[in-house]
């Protein structure tokens, strides 16, 4: 099981600021996830392709291909701000 060290680590890493009353929950959900993966581990997954999505994806984007450009003056047109022919944008704050 994760104990309150591991826990408080993770946390650190991850910038989270854990109550006390956080801790022990956080131990025992960690344990489970790492419960999981190590069950996961198990497997024999020797052959199996890697995949990224359950079912198979066909056509979900358009062939990266060059093509021309939008014209400055017609993409510049809908602009709110415009300066040294490009958008005007805020500048940031310090």
Known sequence: MIGRDEVLYVAALARLELREDEIEP??????AVVGHIEKMSELDIDGVEPTSHVVAVTGALRADEPRSCLPRDVALSQAPAVADDGFLVPSPQA
């Open 26 to 31: 956080m131990a025992a959900e960690l344990s």
